[in-house]
């Protein structure tokens, strides 16, 4: 399917659900229409509540797995639409699949990917803008690597100084990780002031950095999930590595 396909959804009326607090799902892989969600409960993850547990700790110390930001979003994206123990079918349809790739190129969609040995094997996507990052779904082929994905990704929000990270639904593997539900009225409420704030005050805030940082920003463009990848690097000076910071500031902060 060609990224212009009329049968996709336009990137400008994707990203326009997600700011209002509603996003797209399918009822099965082969699916070619799609049904707009608002739930009535909604999942968190509080940025400053991340549980890392120590096992996850000493993974992310030893850099058991290379980590990186939009190298492989479409494969990441097929891999969490791949069939699963227990759960066979996908919400992530083609047209679906189609439609945030021409986000992700539009610069709105992003991913983290784990690679051992060369092998993708674990990572997540989502929506980001303003100071909120939406997560879409996540995968994993080894045990820890979907949990350093999320590590990576609530670590280098926070660099970044997002306010909220969302993960529609709740799962007992996201709430043992901290995530917690809300009510999509208050969820609406944290939306609202997380692009509000955006708008109001990070500009220069965000430029300095990317000065810093050898990345180069639009005029009126905010700093997103990328430039906070970029952040967690340009912070590991010699001996300290990405990993090592990433769970020294969770232990820091639990």
Do not use: K
């Given at each position: 399917m060609a990224r212009n396909d009329p049968h996709t959804i336009p990137p400008d009326l994707l990203l326009k659900a997600y700011r209002a607090g509603i996003f797209p799902m399918a009822d099965s892989r082969d699916d070619p229409e799609v049904f707009w969600v608002e739930p009535r409960m909604r999942a968190i993850?509080?940025?400053?509540?991340?549980?890392?547990?120590?096992?996850?700790?000493?993974?992310?110390?030893?850099?058991?797995?290379?980590?990186?930001?939009?190298?492989?979003?479409?494969?990441?994206?097929?891999?969490?639409?791949?069939?699963?123990?227990?759960?066979?079918?996908?919400?992530?349809?083609?047209r679906i699949r189609e439609s945030y790739i021409g986000l992700h190129e539009h610069g709105h969609a992003h991913s983290i990917e784990c690679w051992r040995e060369g092998r993708l094997v674990g990572g997540l996507y989502g929506v980001g803008f303003a100071r909120v990052f939406c997560g879409e779904s996540m995968f994993s082929r080894e045990p820890d690597a979907s949990k350093v994905a999320l590590a990576w990704l609530v670590a280098a929000l926070r660099r970044i100084g997002a306010e909220l990270l969302d993960c529609q639904f709740t799962t007992s593997h996201l709430a043992s990780l901290g995530a917690i539900e809300i009510p999509q009225s208050q969820y609406l409420q944290l939306l609202s002031?997380?692009?509000?704030?955006?708008?109001?005050?990070?500009?220069?805030?965000?430029?300095?950095?990317?000065?810093?940082?050898?990345?180069?920003?639009?005029?009126?463009?905010?700093?997103?999930?990328?430039?906070?990848?970029?952040?967690?690097?340009?912070?590991?000076?010699?001996?300290?590595?990405?990993?090592k910071l990433i769970a020294q500031s969770f232990t820091q902060t639990s």
């Open positions: 993850l509080p940025l400053d509540g991340f549980h890392m547990s120590h096992s996850l700790a000493r993974t992310l110390r030893r850099e058991r797995f290379s980590v990186t930001c939009n190298a492989a979003f479409e494969a990441v994206i097929d891999a969490c639409a791949a069939p699963r123990l227990g759960a066979e079918e996908s919400w992530i349809s083609t002031a997380a692009q509000r704030h955006s708008s109001a005050g990070e500009a220069d805030g965000a430029r300095a950095l990317a000065d810093a940082l050898g990345v180069g920003l639009g005029e009126g463009a905010a700093l997103g999930l990328p430039e906070g990848f970029a952040a967690l690097r340009a912070d590991s000076t010699g001996s300290s590595s990405p990993g």
